[in-house]
């Protein structure tokens, strides 16, 4: 007996020294073109190479031009021979800035990430940043499928535990079948709990998710506890040594099926090796945690001898146990935070700091295993109270251990270090314009200048100085994140800023990808504590000559924009007050005579900020109305048409609704 923990740790030990990188949740690692990117003329196709394969049935992937609207040509699809990339193709559009967003499902572990990218076509080079590709987001975990995990986690452990405790510490002595059937029935209740958490998150259609794979593999789960179900039953009806080998199997089957669809099936090279470790894992967690509720089950109404002997039956078990969810559980940690070098990564990353809160119950956990052993288990039978102390000290374990199975079910919705270093560089995100603002406390006050201040390529400066006296904050970083109201699909892009001198901080970036008025968040690091001073940013369109002609006696202001080779645009907004209203534009030739147009697009800005794309309608060749409810505030209104012989024109103007 003393030989099977030396055989385990050597079996660890070979696992840990052959742990390659695991992946988990589908980052990009690389696009074609790159973010950042300036083109003379525009793709035929864009491309997206991730950190694992993509669910491309239930994935999405839009191309936005700067009014929002999307230009891709058909659906994002595999490409040939590469189940890492997808591919876009692109109809015929001209100059500008592009937008790339994506929400793909990960076909390994079905988690769900988002996150865009842009590049420009024929736009000035002008501080453009180095091509990098931008940065990803995950969900943040859900409370739903956390839940979920842990009922599935428990019933799985008990169920293990039943078969395995019954037949090494009690003598193939079946538990209460009542007890079984519940815990089956935990297991059931936790993978329709993910089921939902995950239909949701993904987004699709029932018949959609059921056919994506991530459906499938809930399906395989669900095969696995049907089985097992069929094994609680022949427990139920015949209970015995046959039947306790059969549950204790069919527990361990519906284990490895959880397994393959987890971060381990993410492994770029050896994900047989990943899956195998998870599921050592998986069944030695089970029997340690799940035999601690039995053990306290299974000496209720022993006495003696035959009590003492099954407590220090599990109680080797439970060594066992230990070492290999110890030896399995640094392998899983060293492939998805990584090895040798970036151990930083626990204290970076929320991955690395959940997995440190696991790391330090698990280690008050085998403290009181520990004291179970060398104290409580000698006295059982051969002192007064000997049990009575054990069963102290397992409850106490059985508390523990279910805090264990809480936290896991987060630690599995959250991105491996090592992923995150697989994908490729975050975005320098998001003018001359100038936000200014405060943190809540009024401690810090920031400067941020963005030039040029309209979509494109921008530099950013952030003066950042205190509140009061106004002298520079020796900052030890400064990061911007973007958000455009009414997009979630743009994500929440950061750009990090690098340090020019004291309270000087910069960085050039693409982020600034579309016309709106933009929520910038500014985090500022201090050595001892970090504040976030929001601000508000409005992209600045080129300038452009423009007389307006106020109207009187109820008539609306008119707007007169000069164009490209003598053309000009009228515009109006009709009556111009909150509620609905008409919006008109009519291109005109040098000499004074209507301009026919071949086609058009317009877009409103409204105070809240979010672009929205009005609909068309032509009253003449060159006459363009749209229906718009308008509120209180100012608007901003841009129109960009063109004619048979592809003569481009581009216009705005903005009126302030009483």
């Given at each position: 007996m003393r030989r099977i923990p030396v055989v385990a740790l050597l079996v660890g030990i070979l696992l840990v020294l052959a742990a390659p990188p695991a992946g988990a949740h589908a980052l990009v690692r690389r696009s074609d073109p790159p973010d950042g990117a300036l083109l003379d003329q525009a793709p035929r196709r864009v491309t997206i190479t991730f950190t694992e394969a993509p669910d491309s049935s239930v994935s999405v992937v839009h191309v936005l031009?700067?009014?929002?609207?999307?230009?891709?040509?058909?659906?994002?699809?595999?490409?040939?021979?590469?189940?890492?990339?997808?591919?876009?193709?692109?109809?015929?559009v001209g100059q500008g800035v592009y937008t790339v967003t994506w929400r793909v499902v990960s076909r390994a572990d079905g988690h769900v990430t988002a996150g865009s990218f842009s590049f420009g076509v024929g736009v000035s080079p002008a501080g453009a940043p180095t091509p990098v590709v931008a940065g990803s987001s995950s969900p943040s975990p859900s409370p739903l499928a956390a839940a979920g995990r842990w009922a599935l986690?428990?019933?799985l452990a008990l169920m293990l535990a039943a078969g395995v405790v019954g037949l090494v510490a009690f003598g193939g002595k079946a538990p209460p079948g009542r007890f079984v059937v519940v815990s089956w029935a935990l297991a059931v209740a936790g993978l329709v709990i993910m089921a939902v958490?995950?239909?949701?998150?993904?987004?699709?259609?029932?018949?959609?998710?059921?056919?994506?794979?991530?459906?499938?593999?809930?399906?395989?789960?669900?095969?696995?506890?049907?089985?097992?179900?069929?094994?609680?039953?022949?427990?139920?009806?015949?209970?015995?040594?046959?039947?306790?080998?059969?549950?204790?199997?069919?527990?361990?089957?519906?284990?490895?099926?959880?397994?393959?669809?987890?971060?381990?099936?993410?492994?770029?090279?050896?994900?047989?090796?990943?899956?195998?470790?998870?599921?050592?894992?998986?069944?030695?967690?089970?029997?340690?945690?799940?035999?601690?509720?039995?053990?306290?089950?299974?000496?209720?109404?022993?006495?003696g001898t035959e009590r003492a002997v099954a407590v220090r039956r599990f109680s080797t078990l439970a060594g066992i146990a230990l070492i290999a969810v110890a030896v399995t559980g640094l392998q899983r940690a060293i492939s998805e935070v990584g090895w040798p070098t970036d151990w930083r990564r626990l204290v970076d990353t929320g991955f690395g700091l959940t997995l440190l809160i696991k790391t330090a119950v698990f280690v008050a956990l085998a403290a009181l295993g520990a004291r179970n052993r060398y104290v409580n288990v000698p006295r059982v039978g051969s002192a007064p109270g000997g049990i009575s102390a054990l069963r102290r000290t397992v409850g106490a374990?059985?508390?523990?251990?279910?805090?264990?199975?809480?936290?896991?079910?987060?630690?599995?919705?959250?991105?491996?270090?090592?992923?995150?270093a697989a994908a490729a560089p975050r975005a320098r995100p998001p003018a001359n314009v100038v936000a200014t603002g405060s943190d809540f406390a009024t401690s810090v006050r920031v400067r941020?200048?963005?030039?040029?201040?309209?979509?494109?390529p921008n530099h950013f400066e952030a003066r950042?100085?205190?509140?009061?006296?106004?002298?520079?904050?020796?900052?030890?970083?400064?990061?911007?994140?973007?958000a455009l109201p009414g997009r979630p699909d743009l994500g929440t892009p950061t750009l990090d800023l690098s340090k020019e001198s004291t309270g000087m901080w910069a960085a050039h970036g693409t982020v600034l990808s579309m016309d709106g008025r933009w929520d910038?968040?500014?985090?500022?690091?201090?050595?001892?504590?970090?504040?976030?001073?929001?601000?508000?940013?409005?992209?600045?369109?080129?300038?452009?000559?423009?007389?307006?002609?106020?109207?009187?006696?109820?008539?609306?202001?008119?707007?007169?924009?000069?164009?490209?080779g003598g053309a000009s645009l009228q515009s109006y907004v009709d009556p111009g007050t909150a509620g609905r209203n008409t919006v008109h534009f009519t291109f005109f030739q040098?000499?004074?005579?209507?301009?026919?147009?071949?086609?058009?697009?317009?877009?409103?800005?409204?105070?809240?900020g979010a672009m929205t794309e009005l609909h068309l309608i032509r009253f003449d060749a060159g006459h363009f109305g749209a229906n718009v409810t308008l509120s209180p505030g100012a608007w901003r209104f841009e129109i960009h048409a063109s004619t048979q012989n592809q003569t481009m024109y581009s216009a705005y103007f903005t009126e302030r609704i009483p």
């Amino acid at each position: 007996m003393r030989r099977i923990p030396v055989v385990a740790l050597l079996v660890g030990i070979l696992l840990v020294l052959a742990a390659p990188p695991a992946g988990a949740h589908a980052l990009v690692r690389r696009s074609d073109p790159p973010d950042g990117a300036l083109l003379d003329q525009a793709p035929r196709r864009v491309t997206i190479t991730f950190t694992e394969a993509p669910d491309s049935s239930v994935s999405v992937v839009h191309v936005l031009d700067s009014s929002g609207r999307d230009v891709a040509a058909g659906k994002a699809v595999p490409q040939p021979g590469n189940p890492l990339t997808l591919v876009i193709p692109m109809g015929k559009v001209g100059q500008g800035v592009y937008t790339v967003t994506w929400r793909v499902v990960s076909r390994a572990d079905g988690h769900v990430t988002a996150g865009s990218f842009s590049f420009g076509v024929g736009v000035s080079p002008a501080g453009a940043p180095t091509p990098v590709v931008a940065g990803s987001s995950s969900p943040s975990p859900s409370p739903l499928a956390a839940a979920g995990r842990w009922a599935l986690y428990a019933g799985l452990a008990l169920m293990l535990a039943a078969g395995v405790v019954g037949l090494v510490a009690f003598g193939g002595k079946a538990p209460p079948g009542r007890f079984v059937v519940v815990s089956w029935a935990l297991a059931v209740a936790g993978l329709v709990i993910m089921a939902v958490a995950e239909r949701n998150a993904v987004g699709a259609s029932l018949a959609r998710f059921v056919h994506s794979a991530a459906g499938r593999a809930l399906i395989r789960q669900g095969i696995g506890l049907a089985v097992a179900g069929l094994a609680v039953l022949f427990l139920a009806l015949r209970p015995g040594r046959t039947s306790l080998w059969a549950l204790a199997g069919a527990a361990a089957g519906a284990m490895l099926l959880h397994a393959e669809a987890g971060h381990a099936a993410a492994s770029p090279r050896y994900s047989w090796l990943d899956i195998g470790a998870q599921w050592m894992h998986l069944v030695a967690v089970g029997i340690w945690v799940g035999g601690l509720v039995w053990l306290l089950v299974g000496t209720r109404g022993r006495e003696g001898t035959e009590r003492a002997v099954a407590v220090r039956r599990f109680s080797t078990l439970a060594g066992i146990a230990l070492i290999a969810v110890a030896v399995t559980g640094l392998q899983r940690a060293i492939s998805e935070v990584g090895w040798p070098t970036d151990w930083r990564r626990l204290v970076d990353t929320g991955f690395g700091l959940t997995l440190l809160i696991k790391t330090a119950v698990f280690v008050a956990l085998a403290a009181l295993g520990a004291r179970n052993r060398y104290v409580n288990v000698p006295r059982v039978g051969s002192a007064p109270g000997g049990i009575s102390a054990l069963r102290r000290t397992v409850g106490a374990e059985v508390l523990l251990a279910a805090g264990i199975l809480a936290i896991t079910g987060v630690l599995t919705q959250l991105t491996p270090p090592a992923t995150l270093a697989a994908a490729a560089p975050r975005a320098r995100p998001p003018a001359n314009v100038v936000a200014t603002g405060s943190d809540f406390a009024t401690s810090v006050r920031v400067r941020l200048t963005v030039t040029p201040g309209s979509p494109g390529p921008n530099h950013f400066e952030a003066r950042v100085s205190d509140y009061d006296t106004g002298a520079p904050v020796p900052a030890t970083g400064v990061q911007l994140s973007f958000a455009l109201p009414g997009r979630p699909d743009l994500g929440t892009p950061t750009l990090d800023l690098s340090k020019e001198s004291t309270g000087m901080w910069a960085a050039h970036g693409t982020v600034l990808s579309m016309d709106g008025r933009w929520d910038v968040s500014v985090l500022v690091q201090e050595s001892s504590n970090a504040v976030t001073v929001p601000l508000t940013l409005e992209t600045r369109l080129p300038a452009e000559r423009i007389r307006t002609i106020p109207g009187s006696n109820g008539q609306p202001t008119i707007y007169e924009i000069d164009l490209l080779g003598g053309a000009s645009l009228q515009s109006y907004v009709d009556p111009g007050t909150a509620g609905r209203n008409t919006v008109h534009f009519t291109f005109f030739q040098g000499g004074g005579s209507e301009q026919p147009i071949a086609a058009a697009m317009a877009t409103a800005l409204p105070p809240t900020g979010a672009m929205t794309e009005l609909h068309l309608i032509r009253f003449d060749a060159g006459h363009f109305g749209a229906n718009v409810t308008l509120s209180p505030g100012a608007w901003r209104f841009e129109i960009h048409a063109s004619t048979q012989n592809q003569t481009m024109y581009s216009a705005y103007f903005t009126e302030r609704i009483p």
